[in-house]
């Protein structure tokens, strides 16, 4: 693919970007009833959503063996991120922390339906609270890029989402609306919170832009059935909807506008961002609201605030960090700084060498061995995982990192 359908910052990057909302995680952990901690566990979960809004550029794959660190001892945290695996592609993270723990594995498998690309980002995502001894497991959903031949681009995210606490019981049904026809329910989520009894005991609604709300059940079955008084000849009735709500207060949450050069109803409608989804329900809360990004974000690949800051750079960092760190990348630099052409030559180089190297381990047929990371079985899902070692942040021992850039 062309450098120049990146956006300068590894996939291992992005990943870090989970972390822009971690007072989530620390809300949760402080929080004495297991309802308000799965809420705001979940919350965190949709809050890495937020930054794919009008994110199209393409973060780079990493390289076998290619790492990412981001330590932040101002807020209490550090994340290790390492590409485990090739062929298929895995990348896995671990996030430290005093009151938390959050790690994953992502295998991102990509399907072409000809107008549009969808990302299936299988793998397992773990928020552990340690003063209440939890552990919560999520898988996150899917999130496809429209209009890739003709038209302007656009990302959705769609699918179901199941927020676990394994230890309680409480679950979370989260469902991203599919943006339907005319954007009808673009970007907008809503679910439940199940007690261990199956009980409904919230409602979740917002968007996954930038809100979400909850509020008790009987306070939202009687704003649907107000709205659907107030909306008798509306289809805005959604049919995939988890406690069977309505679209919106008006039967349409989303907003649109016509493309120029579409050719197709697919084209023709581009959702764009709604100026609120906030329901403004009796009793309802907050449970997250993203920040506003930098007024030149979208001279700068719609990045945040916080995604500016992950390429930085200093000298100090330059003595410190592992060869493989993905700030080292020669390609992602050079895009960094403008020069697209010796990105391009640097990414062609660059995967070369590591085809050479695969190339040359099957030859001596050597097991390629991550540095930081081990397969293993997840402890409460049992499924196939990737743990971190403990021996990043202790050894800092760079002599058995690989020579990939």
């Not at 402080?30 to 799965?38: G, K, M, Q, W």
């Not at 063996?65 to 993270?93: M, N």
Request: hydrophobic share 30%.
């Amino acid at each position: 693919m062309p450098v120049i359908f990146n956006e300068p910052l590894s996939f291992l990057q992005r990943l870090t970007e989970y972390m822009e909302y971690h007072f989530l995680l620390e809300t949760a952990n402080n929080c004495d009833d297991p309802v308000d901690r799965i809420q705001y566990v979940t919350a965190f979960a949709v809050s890495a959503s937020g930054s794919n809004w009008d994110r199209l550029g393409k973060p780079f794959n990493p390289l076998l063996g290619e790492t990412y660190e981001y330590v932040r001892e101002d807020l209490g945290w550090k994340i290790i991120c390492e590409q485990v695996s090739h062929h298929p592609p895995v990348s896995a993270f671990h996030v430290e922390s005093q009151t938390y723990r959050f790690h994953g594995t992502i295998l991102p498998k990509l399907k072409f339906w000809g107008k549009s690309v969808e990302v299936q980002p299988k793998g397992t995502i773990t928020v552990e609270l340690l003063k209440h001894g939890e552990t919560y497991t999520w898988q996150n959903v899917n999130c496809s890029v429209h209009n890739i031949i003709v038209g302007k681009l656009w990302v959705e995210h769609s699918g179901q989402m199941e927020v676990v606490n394994h230890q309680t019981n409480h679950r979370v049904v989260l469902n991203y609306k599919p943006c339907g026809w005319f954007g009808k329910d673009a970007h907008k989520l809503e679910g439940v919170v199940f007690n261990p009894s199956k009980e409904k005991v919230k409602i979740l609604y917002g968007s996954w832009i930038d809100t979400l709300f909850s509020v008790d059940p009987e306070v939202y079955e009687t704003w649907i059935k107000s709205s659907a008084s107030r909306n008798k000849s509306s289809t805005g009735s959604s049919n995939n909807s988890i406690s069977g709500c309505t679209s919106g207060q008006n039967g349409s949450t989303g907003d649109f506008h016509e493309c120029e050069d579409s050719e197709s109803a697919d084209d023709a409608f581009v959702p764009r961002k709604a100026s609120t989804c906030d329901l403004q329900l009796p009793g309802q809360v907050l449970l997250w609201r993203a920040e506003e990004r930098p007024a030149l974000s979208k001279q700068y690949y719609s990045f945040t605030a916080f995604a500016i800051t992950l390429n930085e750079l200093s000298s100090e960092q330059i003595a410190t960090l592992p060869p493989t760190d993905s700030r080292l990348r020669p390609d992602i630099r050079k895009l960094e700084d403008g020069d697209i052409d010796g990105a391009a030559e640097e990414k062609v180089r660059l995967e070369e060498k590591q085809r050479a190297a695969r190339k040359e381990r099957k030859k001596k047929k050597d097991e390629w061995r991550p540095c930081w990371f081990m397969q293993c079985q997840h402890p409460e899902t049992g499924k196939e995982d990737w743990m971190y070692t403990g021996e990043y942040w202790v050894t800092r021992d760079w002599k058995r990192c690989p020579d990939i850039f």
